[in-house]
């Protein structure tokens, strides 16, 4: 174990040199057009290099050596920049050697020295650039591999949290709801059947708040109709929405949904909904504040139904709209009209929405 950690610490320690070469940058990143034509740049100076060791050399060489300085060149320039700058460096000095150290000398005249000195060049320039070619497209692969893993790690550690964020607060949610619902029940058995509703509700934000991590735009609308429609409240006939493409935040999907669920039950009980000819009528808008920013402002309009009137003492349909519309940076103001309840819910761009 200690062996294989040694060794993956030697290759992390040994990337960043070789991601410094245009090599094996270009090799992972891929090659721009300046990499590309610094990489021929470099091919000629290389060759030229070569090519003036060789003619250093030439007095203290015997025959037979046309390519010393040209290999090394060829190698070094395709290491550090590349295969083509490789190639090019190939060719240029496979056409000096041979115009200058391969007999008849100071001419390309092909016989037969010279065709098998350029095929024993060709061949072993032609296995280093393969080679070389080979390793820098592993390497890019492997590093591309590591790129990719990392960022995906990167990814599931932000997805943990957020899971972890959402869970606390559904939880601190959950808890709210008893402590709320311990305040306006009698028996156990209420308790448990109101905290059953409000959990099959938390469900519906679950699955927005699925949906959302995925991607999907939850906007008010959207979040209006799953709410409502367990509830066999989603006739078109009965049930009139308006407003804009607004997309919820994810910190907004349970408060809104336990809003309008808490208002949607009300109205199937006591309200609009209770009533054959009830209509309800949903209109939202984002509208400027006395405070810092924005607003959303949420109107729920319910006619035609039994006649309302103000209760006698708050209940936990009151308290919890209250703490929801509260705990979004706004308030619920409820008016028991003749004609039907009016609730007005204000709450904070910034909290519900997204781009705010």
């Known amino acids: 174990m200690k062996n294989r950690l040694t060794t993956q610490d030697d290759e992390t320690s040994l990337e960043p040199f070789l991601l410094a070469l245009p090599a094996f940058r270009n090799a992972v990143h891929g090659a721009t057009a300046s990499s590309l034509l610094l990489g021929q740049l470099a091919a000629l100076a290389m060759t030229t290099v070569a090519l003036l060791l060789r003619f ?18 060829v ?13 090019t460096s190939a060719v240029l000095s496979g056409l000096v050697a041979w115009y200058w150290f391969i007999a008849p000398f100071g001419s390309f005249a092909l016989g037969a020295p010279a065709a098998t000195a350029l095929a024993f060049y060709v061949f072993i320039v032609t296995t280093n650039i393969g080679l070389l070619g080979l390793a820098l497209h592993a390497l890019g692969a492997q590093a591309r591999s590591r790129q990719a893993l990392a960022k995906a790690l990167q990814l599931q550690e932000v997805v943990s949290e957020e899971v972890d964020h959402r869970l606390k607060n559904i939880m601190a949610t959950i808890s709210g709801l008893i402590s709320l619902l311990q305040k306006h029940v009698s028996t156990p058995a209420q308790l448990a059947e109101r905290l059953r ?13 699925r949906g959302a991590a995925q991607g999907d735009k939850i906007t008010v609308g959207a979040a209006i109709h799953a709410v409502l429609e367990p509830l066999g409240l989603a006739d078109q ?21 336990l809003i309008l669920h808490e208002l949607g039950t009300n109205s199937l009980k006591h309200g609009a909904f209770s009533s054959p000819s009830g209509v309800v009528s949903v209109d939202w808008d984002v509208l400027p504040s006395q405070g810092e920013g924005p607003v959303l402002h949420l109107t729920w309009v319910e006619r035609d139904g039994p006649a309302t009137a103000p209760p006698t003492s708050s209940g936990f349909g009151t308290e919890l709209l209250n703490r929801m519309s509260l705990s979004m940076g706004g308030e619920c103001r409820l008016a028991y009209e003749p004609e039907g309840l009016t609730a007005k819910i204000t709450m904070d761009c910034v909290n519900m929405l997204d781009g705010y």
């Open 56 to 73: 250093l050399l030439d007095p203290f060489l015997p025959p037979g050596f046309p390519y010393l300085t040209f290999f090394p060149a």
């Open 75 to 87: 190698f070094i320039t395709g290491f550090i920049w590349g295969i083509y700058p490789a190639i």
């Open 197 to 209: 509703h409000k959990i099959t509700a938390l469900s519906r934000s679950i699955e927005l708040l």
């Open 237 to 257: 006939k009965r049930l009139t929405l308006g407003g804009p493409d607004l997309v919820i935040s994810a910190n907004g999907i349970i408060p809104l949904n």
